[in-house]
């Protein structure tokens, strides 16, 4: 079954951040993306970056029908198949609330993927390199069409 990205939930906006190909100089490199939608029509940015021998995945999705439920984001994310975590390694994940780059409340989660060579998950959504020529970092407009909120009669 087809799923429609739903206009009631806003893509989560990352159009402001920087991208770091190279390390900065706190170390944090950027190694992928990946944008998607859920299973209720909720969009999704998943990131994957990596600072000090850790590695990471922050998804991002909007907090409409979950405000305040940091454990509802948590197990979201698990249930929608985002990202599996390895047994025992639950401590693993959180989440928090995050204003984005449209100022939409989005729910970061924030994964510890591996830590020098320990790994933490088992999968997670296939992950795109950063474009290093100049083309767009995401699949969607993060710019909201307001007749897409109007529904059809057909």
């Not at 639950?90 to 510890?112: F, L, M, Q």
């Amino acid at each position: 079954m087809a799923i429609a990205l739903q206009p009631k939930y806003p893509i989560p906006d990352r159009s402001k951040q920087k991208v770091n190909l190279v390390k900065d100089e706190d170390g944090v490199l950027d190694i992928g993306w990946c944008d998607g939608v859920m299973s209720d029509g909720r969009p999704f940015r998943a990131e994957m970056w990596a600072q000090d021998g850790v590695s990471a995945l922050t998804i991002f999705f909007s907090t409409v029908g979950l405000d305040q439920a940091d454990e509802a984001a948590v197990q979201l994310a698990l249930s929608e198949r985002l990202v599996t975590m390895r047994p025992g390694a639950e401590d693993r994940i959180s989440a928090k609330v995050w204003t984005d780059d449209a100022g939409h409340s989005v729910w970061s989660v924030n994964v510890v993927v591996g830590y020098d060579d320990e790994e933490f998950t088992t999968g997670s959504v296939p992950l795109f390199p950063f474009s290093r020529t100049g083309e767009p970092n995401t699949l969607f407009n993060p710019v909201p069409i307001t007749v897409a909120h109007q529904r059809s009669k057909t």
